[in-house]
């Protein structure tokens, strides 16, 4: 199994520019959730997903997009990049919705926005 | 509102020696709580979870409803315990809630 995988690595945008950001993973996990890591800030809930087809906002969903369309991607959508999304993302998933479940996450995407 | 307070961002402690990291949460409910843990240039993963009162890697964590704490501790800290760690909190809505982090520095 390869996880959970995210492209790309790193992404530079200048400001208004749009772009997504891939989200896999082969666990057949419902939930997966969106990520974003700022000093000082630790991590905060952007998006998540409890099943293909159900997205739901997080802590800090606005200027971000998601769809669900099958059980293993989770793509997330910039639709105007602004400096204040300079920030590192991580994907996650974990088997079930609720509950105790480990949440196994992605290596990260480390997007700067001019 | 549903929060994790991690008070400490940064914690030094000697090979050898105690280490406690501190976590408060504010939740209603009956609280579901974890510590993630990030090595150095590796991924975010599951150190341990307070429904499964293990101990990991020599670690445990406590839930004290009464403090609204879920602290973390090792009685003898190791330098391969230098790391980031986070606590989480799975709230209402399947929405989970990280704290800011302790960057724990284990020294020879």
């Known amino acids: 199994n390869a996880g959970v995988t995210q492209t790309p690595k790193f992404q530079v945008l200048k400001t208004g520019q749009s772009m997504t950001l891939q989200c896999a993973q082969d666990?057949?996990?419902?939930?997966m959730s969106w990520y974003r890591q700022d000093p000082g800030m630790g991590l905060r809930l952007i998006h998540y997903?409890?099943?293909?087809?159900?997205?739901d906002q997080g802590e800090v969903p606005n200027g971000y997009n998601v769809s669900r369309s099958t059980t293993e991607d989770f793509p997330l959508r910039l639709l105007s990049a602004a400096p204040s999304q300079t920030s590192v993302y991580f994907c996650?998933?974990?088997?079930?919705?609720?509950?105790?479940?480990?949440?196994?996450f992605g290596p990260g995407t480390r997007l700067t926005v001019l | 509102a549903q929060r994790v307070t991690q008070p400490e961002k940064l914690l030094s402690v000697f090979k050898g020696a105690p280490v406690e990291l501190k976590c408060n949460y504010s939740?209603?409910?009956?609280?579901?709580l974890f510590w993630y843990v990030q090595y150095s240039r590796q991924r975010l993963q599951l150190l341990l979870r307070?429904?499964s009162r293990e101990s990991i890697k020599g670690f445990t964590a406590d839930l004290n409803k009464g403090e609204t704490s879920f602290h973390l501790k090792k009685p003898f800290a190791q330098e391969e315990d230098s790391a980031m760690y986070y606590c989480?909190?799975?709230?209402?809505?399947?929405?989970?809630?990280f704290g800011t982090g302790t960057s724990l520095t284990v020294i020879p």
């Open positions: 989480a909190l799975l709230g209402g809505g399947n929405q989970f809630y």
């Open positions: 996650a998933s974990s088997l079930v919705a609720g509950g105790p479940s480990e949440q196994f």
């Open positions: 939740y209603s409910g009956s609280p579901e």
């Open positions: 997903s409890v099943g293909a087809g159900i997205t």
């Open positions: 666990m057949n996990h419902e939930y």
């Open positions: 307070h429904i």
